[in-house]
């Protein structure tokens, strides 16, 4: 199938799925069955094979799954056999927490650099990396050519930054900023993050009764 036409919820799967067969893996499991790994997962078996289909597969009928093979095809697919240089914008308290807890580098991305617009916070460092200039945010792009960014900064700053961030051949944004955005440009990527939205989620579960964990 092409990889166009793969729809988003099997996508927003594939982490997940990943997330499991490394724990399986370093649990010492050779192989898995569907069955076995819908039951682990709380998805069904044919919608976990529906969703490997999707890839061509992975399996052979009757054998299951191999679960290096599997894990590491996913991780292909996901593309973390790579790394992409990222920047993050907005050292405050998000920002920092990022920074300094998520583990960019299993997750595809290398954190290159950090700015912010408060010339109190340059010089700090966090994670290793020291907080710069947002002024100097071209000249850093030019050199080091992220193609990724971390939008950490108040909502009315976000549209102007990231108008900035695509001249500066930004391809890619996680934006945890409460500006939604939704790009008109060809080739950009957004992942909208927004915490609140999980909570208001959980609320829901919580009032309906309905506590589905399938994703
Ligand atoms: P904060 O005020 O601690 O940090 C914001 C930082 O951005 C400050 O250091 C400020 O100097 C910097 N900044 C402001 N304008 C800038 C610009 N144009 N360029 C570079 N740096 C700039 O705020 P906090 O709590 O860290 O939140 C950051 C953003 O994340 C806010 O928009 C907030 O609403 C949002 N947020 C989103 C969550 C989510 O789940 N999506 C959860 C928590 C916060």
């Not at 957004?190 to 309906?208: A, F, K, M, P, Q």
Request: aromatic content about 8%; charged content about 25%.
């Amino acid at each position: 199938m092409a990889k166009s036409s793969i729809s988003n919820s099997v996508i927003r799967r594939l982490p997940r799925y990943y997330r499991f067969l490394k724990d399986l893996e370093n649990n010492g499991y050779v192989r898995i069955s569907s069955r076995e790994l819908s039951e682990k997962m709380g998805l069904t078996a044919s919608q976990i094979r529906q969703d490997f289909n999707c890839f061509g597969g992975f399996g052979q009928q009757g054998y299951g799954y191999k679960v290096s093979d599997l894990k590491e095809g996913i991780k292909k697919i996901l593309g973390l056999d790579r790394l992409n240089p990222i920047i993050l914008i907005g050292a405050g308290n998000l920002g920092c927490a990022i920074a300094a807890h998520i583990d960019f580098r299993s997750k595809g991305f290398e954190l290159i650099g950090i700015f912010d617009a408060d010339e109190s916070k340059h010089g700090q460092e966090i994670g290793g990396l020291t907080i710069q200039d947002a002024a100097g945010i071209e000249k850093f792009c030019s050199e080091n050519k992220p193609s990724a960014a971390v939008l950490c900064i108040p909502k009315t700053a976000a549209e102007k930054t990231v108008d900035r961030l695509i001249n500066c051949g930004i391809k890619a944004f996680w934006n945890f900023t409460h500006y939604d955005l939704f790009m008109d440009h060809e080739g950009i990527a957004v992942e909208n993050v927004h915490l609140g939205d999980s909570l208001t989620t959980l609320s829901y579960r919580i009032n309906s009764g309905v506590n589905d964990r399938r994703i």
